[in-house]
């Protein structure tokens, strides 16, 4: 039986290279792999999945309003599992679409992404990754000023912590950085 998978880490924590990895290791079996991301994180391209070593593909990119369900049950040959970047970005509606690629077309999903914004609040995709995925798994990392796990994300804009305003802003001149809650709330920058 297919089951659901979200595995969630902090900035940095590879995810993306993971998803790579897993993907490569599929098809080297010759198992056909889809790889899905967000259209909101353009920052590599639409639709392109990009680790920050440098390795990227192309990926399917997930509007607002696609249909993740019909768009899943219409391929042939049906894929071997369906992995997923950026799935914070996902909505409420593409997490019970993905539940029921799962349940319904028996395809296994797995979503990468992180937890909790910038503001330490959960993003509206993982809430739901939370409460309907059948395995949970988080991909660890350390702090960037100590040797702690990182749980949170620390936004900085030149140089300075912001824990308020918009949940998504990708682009400007802000930096994320993987910090444990000590450093989070007192960063040494
Ligand atoms: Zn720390």
New binding site residues.
Partial sequence: MAQFYFKYGSMNSGKTIEILKVAHNYEEQGKNVVIMTSAIDTRAGVGVVASRIGMQREAIAIEDDTDVYALIEKMDPKPYCILIDEAQFLTKKHVYDFARVVDDLDVPVMAFGLKNDFRNELFEGSKYLLLLADKIDEIKTI?Q??S?KATMVLRTVDGKPVYEGEQIQIGGNETYIP??R??YFRPEI
């Fill in positions: 702090c000023f100590c702690k910090v444990c000590k450093h």
